[in-house]
């Protein structure tokens, strides 16, 4: 069973920066893509990031676009979002997810808990 565990939530005022990180315990992490979703409350899930397994080719949707930027260190396991000049529509829980390819939608293996970030204005 593969376990992912995000950190770095938290509530910050607009313009601000965070960085969430999700650390994994699949040994099949350093050949595996990685992404980050949010859902915000009455929302539907949404895509975010994703990364390729060697951190190669990266996707992101124009809502974040510029502002967020999606990391992996494969030798921690880690992969990373920084979120800058945060908006108080980025508020949401931000789950880690993990697959063979990256997804824009809900198509993967692993899911972390979530992370809960709230943006104030």
């Known amino acids: 069973q593969v376990l992912l565990v995000e950190s770095g939530g938290g509530s910050v005022q607009a313009g601000a920066s965070l960085r969430l990180s999700c650390s994994s315990s699949s040994s099949t992490f350093s050949a595996d893509a990685m992404g980050w979703l949010r859902q915000a409350p009455g929302k539907e899930r949404e895509f975010v990031a994703a990364?390729?397994?060697?951190?190669?080719?990266?996707y992101y949707p124009d809502s974040v676009k510029g502002r967020f930027i999606i990391s992996r260190d494969n030798a921690k396991k880690t992969v990373y979002l920084q979120m800058n000049r945060l908006k108080p529509e980025d508020t949401a829980v931000y789950y880690c997810?993990?697959?063979?390819?990256?997804?824009?939608?809900?198509?993967?293996?692993?899911w972390g808990q979530g992370t809960q970030v709230t943006v104030s204005s």
């Open positions: 997810a993990e697959g063979t390819i990256p997804d824009y939608n809900d198509n993967w293996a692993y």
């Open positions: 990364l390729s397994w060697n951190g190669g080719s990266t």
